[in-house]
């Protein structure tokens, strides 16, 4: 049986838990080009029985819709695909294959997302002046716009509003983009055994 590369079973353990890795691996290793949902939970049963997301049936048969639905959580992160197949009978079934040759491209996108996200919250921090209640538990950030509408009191207890120092925010989101910019670069130079 091939083993799925460790990053890429990490990241399908986070979309589909233990289960979702099996039903990987069972895609991963099908002999035909496309499996059926039913295929995978018979060759997977013994293999997820007792997991924590395990969900049996009366007879103890790993429900053929569990399986179904990790495979649409996959196909909705690029990582399965599916073909509908019409019977002579006119029911249709459906058979899924793998796309985990299109993980690195699909995680690559995902590390540039949050590098994104973080470089527009950075600038966020960087171009506003905010305002907190010191005297209120639940520590509400007011930008200056607001604290000045509401003439720097606290919407809460009418305590006055004093300026916040975000540099500590922004050291951290600094440090959160060179570690995904370090990442960028060890996946880069990363060979996906896929």
């Known amino acids: 049986m091939k083993k799925l590369d460790p990053i890429l079973k990490s990241y399908i353990y986070l979309v589909g838990g233990e289960i979702g890795v099996e039903v990987s691996r069972e895609l991963f290793n099908a002999e035909e080009e496309f499996v059926s949902a039913e295929e995978i939970a018979e060759n997977i049963i013994d293999r997820v029985e007792g997991k924590i997301d395990f969900e049996p049936e009366e007879d103890e048969v790993l429900r053929v819709k569990t399986v179904r639905k990790l ?57 506003n002046s905010f305002f907190v209640c010191k005297n209120c538990e639940d520590t509400k950030r007011f930008r200056f716009e607001d604290a000045y509408e509401y003439n720097f009191r606290c919407l809460e207890c009418g305590g006055p ?34």
């Open 71 to 127: 495979i649409f959580k996959l196909q909705e992160e690029g990582l399965a695909r599916s073909r509908k197949n019409r019977s002579s009978d006119g029911y249709y079934s459906f058979s899924y294959q793998d796309t985990f040759d299109a993980f690195p491209e699909l995680l690559f996108q995902k590390i540039d997302l949050i590098q994104k996200k973080l470089r527009a919250r950075f600038e966020y921090e960087k171009n």
């Open 161 to 194: 509003l004093e300026t916040e120092d975000n540099e500590p925010i922004m050291e951290f989101i600094k440090r959160r983009m060179m570690q995904n910019r370090l990442w960028q670069e060890k996946l880069i130079k990363r060979d996906f055994n896929i």
